[in-house]
C-alpha cells in the first residue's frame, strides 16, 4: 500500500482541524482592535494634552473604561488566545516554511517570544473584562528580562532577546517598503479597494511597527549591558522615549498613525491571509 503524499496528509490536517485556522484569523482581528486603539491612543498624546503614550496593556485599560468596554475586553482577551495559538504554531510546526537556517530560525523564535508576550496580554484583558485584577500594565518585558536574568548566563540570554527583537523589526520594516506582505494574502479573494487598503496600512503600518520593535530590541541589549530590567521597555516605553527626542511630538505623530494603520493590517490579515495549518 502506498504511503499517503504530504498534500494528502496535510489535506486530512486541513479537514479535521479547521477550528485552528478560523480561531487564528480571529486573534488576529482582536490583535488589530488593540493596535489601534494604541495608535489613537499616541495620537491623542501627540496632538495635545488628551492622552498620554501608552502600549498594549494600557490600550487595554483605555478599553475598559468605555461603554461596553467589558465585552470588548472578552472579545479581545478570546481572540488573543487564538492568535497566540497560531504564532505558536508557526514558530513550532513552521507551516509557513520558514526553514532551520538562521533568517528561518530567527523569525521562528520571534513568533514564539511573540505568543508569550501577548499571553501575558490575553491574560490582562480577560482579568480586566472579569473584574479580577488590573492588566498589569506594559511591564510584561521588564518581567521577562528579570526571570531571564535569573537563570544562568541571563544577561546573555537578555541580550539575544534583544537581538532577535531587532531582527523582526527590522524584517517588519522591510517587509512593509518592499510590499513582501503581500505575498501572504489570498489577493485573488480581493477587490481593488481591499488590495488598496491592504497595500497602503501594510506599508506603513509595518514600518511603525518595526521602527517601534527595534527600539523595544534596543532596550532589551540596554538591560543586558547594565544588569538592570528596569532597562527593558515595551511598546508604551518605546513611544515614550520617542516623544522626548527632538520634534518628538512629529514622531510620534507620525508612528501613532502608522501603528493605527498596522491595526488595519492585522484585520485585513484575520480575513485574507493564507494560512495553511488546520
Known sequence: MNSPSTAEVRNKVREMKPWVR??????????????????????????????DT???????QSIAAMPFGEIA???????LIGYILWEFIIAIKDPE???TDPKGLVKRTGYFISGLIYANLAYGAIKLASNTGSAGGDNSEKAISAKLMEQPFGE???????AIIIGYGVFELYSGAKEKFMSKFKTYE????ERKIAVVSGKIGLISRGIVLSMVGFFFIRTAYTNNPNESKGLGGALTELADQPFGQ?????VAIGLILYGIYQI???????????
Open 97 to 99: 516554511n520558514e526553514g
Open 250 to 254: 512629529v514622531m510620534l505623530a507620525i
Open 22 to 51: 478560523r480561531f487564528g484569523r480571529f486573534g488576529f482581528v482582536a490583535k488589530g482592535l488593540v493596535y489601534v486603539m494604541v495608535g489613537v491612543l499616541a495620537a491623542l498624546a501627540a496632538f495635545g494634552p488628551k492622552g
Open 54 to 60: 501608552t502600549g498594549t496593556s494600557g490600550a487595554l
Open 73 to 79: 475586553l472578552w472579545f479581545i482577551g478570546i481572540g
Open 268 to 278: 485585513i490579515r484575520g480575513r485574507f491571509q493564507h494560512m495553511n495549518f488546520g
Open 156 to 162: 546573555w540570554l537578555v541580550g539575544i532577546v534583544g
Open 190 to 193: 480581493m477587490d481593488e479597494k
